[in-house]
């Protein structure tokens, strides 16, 4: 299977189980395009009725530029086969008990009143809580008793806003720290914060202790304060990035990212995307909303096209900003063309209810933070484990191949199926296809795929 397409000025043809990525004139972009359907012969008919005596092509041109796609095709680079589904759950089965990573949902409540939440202002359609030292501490012994041999364990502080318990931050982290030579661990944290509570302690605890920062800032002041107020409905724009810029500039411009949200209000993005360029930050991701249907913030159908513009234009940004030598990162155009995940990976999906779990204020688990307060979605507990076996099993099911619709998408290999929870509350089946997000990740590829290879091209020259 291979999927073309042309975007900054360059003919891109991508075959899809090999992962090679070609950028080809066009007379090589049409016969591609022609080449299964079609005989040698009437394929060369139809090149030289529409390029022979044009810019010097000749009838051997034609001839040679065929014989490369064959020869492209023999090497197994072009039209290769998928031989990738009987492999599909064999990660999962490797893996099967072994949980890597722990969403610590250290806060269920929140300084902020954002409307468009879907932790419904932290809370999670439950009670405002806040996670016990004593529970927490427990959740850090249920990841080192269920991470097998894995080294390396990953827990992310969250909420609500997590910084509204920072002692108990602290104190897990303390903890952690304290066992993880004892029990041959290596533990990672992340804390993502709407910064409100960004002080000189924070600064100084999140430089020495997170591998990563999550700041969440939607860009505009006018755009950010229409949704991300506090509960007297002032906006917190003006008191948060002053934060955000000391605490970036502390962990020296890395290791963070800026993480901002799109919605009906904010279709053209890529304004908010300047503004926190302007403002110094240089690691950036714009989410689409996710949220109900109906809901104000929704993006429409009209939306849509100017999204999928502004993904255009956002790549052609990083490639001018490459040349003036002030290169920005933007999460979703990350993309290892020479390497990248290994096929296993690909083909068997997210991880959420197998090897990462969320983690209630009271110890429940959930595969994860979307699914956290969806009753029927309840694994277990830290103390007792996981004793929802059918849901596990049915997440564990979840693969690229567990879709009818992705085995035929050409993007199948670079979303793995797409996000479980997005598809539960698109279609009510954790099996579904999220049309929309479907859409809005393939432009995505398509953009990250152009940029990579623009700078590849840039590098050869």
Known sequence: MIHQYKLGGMNIVLDVCSGAVHVVDDVAYDIIALFEENSREEILRQMEEKYLGKDDISAADLQECYDQVVSLKESGKLFA???FEPMA????EKTAGVVKALCLHIAHTCNLNCAYCFASQGKYHGDRAVMSFEVGKRALDFLIENSGSRHNLEVDFFGGEPLMNF?????????ARSVEKEKGKNFRFTLTTNGVLIDDDVIEFANKECSNVVLSLDGRKEIHDRFRVDY???GSWEKIVPKFQKLVEARGGKDYYMRGTFTHANPDFLKDIQVMLDLGFNELSMEPVVCAEGDPSELTAEDMPIVMEQYEKLAELMLQKDKEGKPF???HYMIDLTGGPCIYKRISGCGSGTEYMAVTPWGDLYPCHQFVGEEKF???DIWNGVSNTEIQ??????????RPECRTCWARLYCSGGCAANAYHATGSVKGIYKNGCELFKKRMECAIMVAASRMLGDDE
């Open 232 to 234: 007297a409905g002032r």
């Open 167 to 175: 002692d108990v931050v602290k104190q897990l982290v303390a903890y």
């Open 329 to 331: 990162t933007f999460y």
């Open 393 to 402: 099993n049915e997440f564990a099911a979840c693969n690229v191949y567990a």
């Open 81 to 83: 086969p998928d031989t």
């Open 378 to 380: 309840k694994l277990g």
């Open 89 to 92: 759950g064999k990660l999962k």
